[in-house]
């Protein structure tokens, strides 16, 4: 069966950088998603990366993919108290399925 | 646009009682889902509808029933609700295919006592 795992708290300096990170166990997942979750909204999908590649980048965002590990991180450069919110992992197994989430707060 | 509409925003139920959450959104998906959204429990997913005339359960189905009435709407209803559904429901949608670009509502939150 598919499972995503997550830490669940991360608290980080305004300024520094932020990194998330994700296991997957589903290894015939074409695309992974991180999604972002703002207090009292539903969530935001932030960036998604293709199996087939190792990176990608997004202006304050990258993205890592270790396909071996199953491993996938978010890093987020110069984080800012507005990035504070609960981010989450996705895969596809048949259907989008969610980690546990990840909270992110930052102080000023 | 208004996206995905989710109503009720709030709603408190006693145990027993039946209600229905109601999901329309106006970007033309085709696929549209029900998550529950539980504390240390990240998002478990209820019922899902691939595209119109078509609905399967999720991780988490019992105590649900759901009807894609349209293209435009899904709606989940709770028979005889329990405190256990307590929760933050939370419908999304989809174009369909991959990537799953999914967007959601504001979410519904739900007491049963």
């Known amino acids: 069966g598919e499972d995503v795992e997550q830490s669940l708290f991360l608290s980080v300096r305004e300024g520094d950088s932020s990194v998330i990170n994700c296991t997957y166990t589903?290894?015939?997942?074409?695309?992974l998603y991180w999604y972002k979750q703002e207090p009292g909204a539903g969530l935001q999908l932030l960036t998604y990366?293709?199996?087939?590649?190792d990176m990608k980048q997004d202006q304050r965002l990258t993205v890592l993919l270790n396909k071996k590990d199953k491993h996938l991180s978010l890093r987020i450069a110069d984080t800012q108290t507005g990035d504070s919110a609960i981010y989450f992992c996705a895969e596809t197994y048949s259907t989008l399925t969610f980690g546990k989430g990840t909270m992110l707060l930052v102080s000023p | 646009n208004a996206g995905v509409t989710q109503t009720p925003k709030f709603q408190v139920l006693k145990t027993g009682q039946s209600m229905t959450l109601q999901c329309a959104q106006d970007?033309?998906?085709?696929?549209m889902y029900w998550y529950r959204q539980d504390p240390g429990m990240g998002l478990r997913l209820i019922y899902y509808s691939a595209s119109e005339g078509t609905t399967d359960k999720g991780e988490v189905p019992n105590g649900y029933n759901v009807s894609r009435l349209n293209k435009r709407e899904f709606s989940l209803r709770l028979e005889s609700a329990a405190p256990s559904q307590t929760s933050v429901y939370f419908c999304a949608s989809s174009p369909g295919g991959e990537p799953t670009e999914a967007f959601f509502g504001q979410g519904t939150r739900l007491t049963v006592v």
């Open positions: 990366i293709f199996s087939n590649m």
């Open positions: 589903d290894s015939s997942s074409t695309y």
């Open positions: 970007m033309n998906h085709n696929s």
